[in-house]
C-alpha cells in the first residue's frame, strides 16, 4: 500500500492511489497533561482550541512546514496511516510519501522520515513540496517549458520556477497563513479594542479575507473579549479593513516572488511571461490573491484548480511512478 500525505502547518491530506485524497483535517493534537496522553487528534482536537482546562493542552506539532514537536507528529501521523489503513492487515506497512518545504535542513528532514517510520510506515520518501504542488495543479513539469507555482500555505511560501521536471531557481518564506491570522487578530486589537482567538482570525480571513481593496465591501460580525471592560462584546468588521491588516505579510509574499522572477534565467521569463503565474494552497483560496499577484508583478497570474489539495494530488502522481521519481524529485536518507 502506498500513502502520500501533505504534512501541512494547518491542514494534512492523505491520498491514497485510485481512492484519491480520502483524508484532510486538521494538523492539531490534544495531550492530557496529567495522564502523559494523546487525547484527540485532528477536528476533534480543533475543536478544542482556546478552550480547555489547565490539564489539556492543544499542539500544532508543526511550526512553518517543519516538525516542532516531534512526539505529537508522530501520533499525528500514526494516526493517519491508521484512520485510513482500515481493512488492511496492521502487518502490512504502508509506503509513505511526505511532501515537505523545499528549504527543508537535513536534520529537519531526518526528523520527518524517522516520525513516518515509527509511525508504522515501511519506507518514507520525501518530495519538495513546489514540485508536488505543480503536478497537482497540472503544470508539466517535465517539459523544457518554465512554469512559476507560488504555494502560499499556512505556515510557508514557497515560490519556485520549474522546468525539466527540478527546480530552476526558488525562495522558501516562513510568512503564510498563520502570519496573515495574526496580522487579523494584532488589527482588531489595536483598531476595536477586542481581544479575538485563532479560530475567530481564521474564519475572518475565510469569510471574508480580501488582497485588494473592493468597491462594496463585505461586512461580517464578530465576537471576542472588549480589552478595556473584559466583558464580551460583539463587532463588525469590513473586508476593506481585513485588506489593511494583512497588507504587511502579503507585501512580504510579494516580495519573494517578485526575487525569484529576478533570478530567473531569461528563456524562462519569456516562458511564465507567456503562460503566467500558478498560486495554489490554502492560499490561494484568499479573495483577489492573483489579482494582487499581477498587479504587483505585471505577469499574469492564475489560481490552481483546488488549490488546498494540490500536494496531496502531486503525491498521487509521484506514488504512481514511484521507480522514476526516486532518482529526479526526491530524497531518501
Same mark, same amino acid.
Given at each position: 500500500? =502506498?500513502?502520500?500525505?501533505?504534512?501541512?502547518? =494547518?491542514?494534512?491530506?492523505?491520498?491514497?492511489?485510485?481512492?484519491?485524497?480520502?483524508?484532510?483535517?486538521?494538523?492539531?493534537?490534544?495531550?492530557?497533561?496529567?495522564?502523559?496522553?494523546?487525547?484527540?487528534?485532528?477536528?476533534?482536537?480543533?475543536?478544542?482550541?482556546? %478552550?480547555?482546562?489547565?490539564?489539556? !493542552?492543544?499542539? %500544532?506539532?508543526?511550526?512553518?512546514? /517543519?516538525? $516542532?514537536?516531534? %512526539?505529537?507528529? !508522530?501520533?499525528?501521523?500514526? @494516526?493517519f496511516i491508521n484512520k485510513v489503513n482500515v481493512g488492511w492487515s496492521r502487518f502490512f506497512k504502508p509506503e509513505l510519501l511526505v511532501g515537505v518545504p523545499a528549504g527543508i535542513t537535513s536534520t529537519e528532514k531526518r526528523a520527518v522520515i524517522e516520525s513516518g517510520i515509527l509511525a508504522g510506515a515501511r519506507e518514507v520518501y520525501?518530495?519538495?513540496?513546489?514540485?508536488?504542488? $505543480?503536478?497537482?495543479?497540472?503544470?508539466?513539469?517535465?517539459?523544457?517549458?518554465?512554469?512559476?507555482?507560488?504555494?502560499?500555505?499556512?505556515?510557508?511560501?514557497?515560490?519556485a520556477v520549474i522546468s525539466l521536471g527540478g527546480m530552476v531557481t526558488f !525562495?522558501?518564506?516562513?510568512?503564510?497563513?498563520?502570519?496573515?491570522?495574526?496580522?487579523? $487578530?494584532? @488589527?482588531?486589537?489595536? $483598531?476595536?479594542?477586542?481581544?479575538?482567538?485563532e479560530q475567530t482570525s481564521e474564519e475572518i480571513k475565510i469569510k471574508i479575507g480580501t488582497a485588494v481593496i473592493e468597491k462594496d465591501p463585505k461586512i461580517l460580525e464578530i465576537r471576542g473579549r472588549d480589552l478595556i471592560l473584559g466583558l464580551p462584546k460583539t463587532i463588525k468588521i469590513t473586508s476593506n479593513e481585513v485588506c489593511r491588516a494583512i497588507e504587511d505579510p502579503l507585501k512580504e509574499i510579494m516580495q519573494c516572488i517578485k526575487g525569484v522572477l529576478r533570478e530567473t534565467p531569461p528563456e524562462?521569463?519569456?516562458?511564465?511571461?507567456?503562460?503566467?503565474?500558478?498560486?495554489?494552497g490554502g492560499g490561494a483560496c484568499l479573495r483577489n490573491i492573483a489579482s494582487l499577484a499581477s498587479k504587483s508583478t505585471g505577469v499574469p497570474c492564475f489560481v490552481a484548480d483546488d488549490p488546498l489539495s494540490c500536494v496531496a494530488k502531486?503525491?498521487? /502522481?509521484?506514488?504512481?511512478?514511484?521507480?522514476?521519481?526516486?532518482?529526479s524529485v526526491m530524497s531518501k536518507k
Open positions: 500500500m =502506498k500513502i502520500g500525505v501533505d504534512l501541512g502547518t =494547518k491542514n494534512s491530506l492523505v491520498f491514497i492511489s485510485n481512492k484519491g485524497v480520502i483524508l484532510n483535517e486538521p494538523s492539531v493534537v490534544a495531550v492530557s497533561l496529567t495522564e502523559n496522553k494523546i487525547l484527540a487528534v485532528g477536528k476533534e482536537a480543533k475543536e478544542m482550541i482556546g %478552550r480547555t482546562p489547565d490539564t489539556i !493542552q492543544v499542539f %500544532r506539532p508543526l511550526k512553518e512546514g /517543519v516538525i $516542532a514537536d516531534y %512526539r505529537t507528529t !508522530q501520533a499525528m501521523l500514526k @494516526y520525501l518530495a519538495k513540496e513546489p514540485i508536488l504542488s $505543480a503536478i497537482g495543479a497540472g503544470i508539466p513539469i517535465n517539459s523544457s517549458s518554465g512554469h512559476l507555482i507560488i504555494d502560499i500555505g499556512g505556515g510557508t511560501t514557497e515560490v !525562495q522558501s518564506l516562513r510568512v503564510a497563513g498563520d502570519k496573515i491570522d495574526q496580522a487579523i $487578530a494584532e @488589527y482588531i486589537k489595536e $483598531a476595536h479594542n477586542l481581544a479575538v482567538g524562462l521569463s519569456a516562458d511564465i511571461m507567456d503562460k503566467g503565474m500558478i498560486i495554489a502531486g503525491t498521487g /502522481v509521484v506514488l504512481d511512478n514511484l521507480d522514476v521519481y526516486k532518482k
